[in-house]
């Protein structure tokens, strides 16, 4: 895997399985996580990847105003891709950020072209982009999931 380079992302490439995997890392702002997108969505153009994981795990709480940037603007280009094939979102336990990733999918659901699943892990989100018969739970059910492994008071 290509271990690639931008200051607020963890970001893997592999060539040979044409798979993405970013995660955010450090603080949120638009004006960190515009620039951030963009050089996503040139990745995925340039290297042709067919099979993409979004880890939400370590993002702040995503603004309104980007959100809604992301459902109107990058979306509708990143379903342009004719190579992206399958995007695998591993969810984490901030309920907001999920409840976010929920509401930006339905509302470019219209432009989307590639297949798209929710997991609570990235090792099953890995899983399912190489083994297309493994499935995958919808958010609904890792809240639940995630709701019975808490520790009751």
């Known amino acids: 895997m290509d271990n690639l380079y931008f200051d607020s992302l963890t970001l893997f490439h592999d060539p040979a399985l044409r798979l993405l995997y970013h995660r ?50 990058v979306l509708p280009q990143v379903a342009q891709l004719p190579h992206l094939r399958q995007l695998a979102l591993v969810l984490s336990s901030n309920v907001y950020n999920q409840l976010a990733a929920e509401s930006i999918l339905h509302l470019g659901n219209r432009h989307l072209q590639f297949e798209v699943q929710f997991f609570s892990d990235t090792a099953s989100a890995f899983d399912w982009l190489i083994n297309p018969t493994l499935e995958s739970a919808t958010p609904a059910q890792l809240l639940a999931e995630q709701a019975s492994l808490r520790p009751v008071a």
Do not use: K
């Open 24 to 73: 955010w890392r450090g603080t949120y702002n638009s004006h960190l996580f515009q620039p951030a997108v963009r050089h996503i969505q040139s990745l995925l153009e340039q290297r042709n990847v067919e099979y993409w994981i979004v880890d939400l795990n370590g993002l702040p709480n995503l603004g309104l105003e980007d959100q809604f940037w992301i459902s109107a603007e």
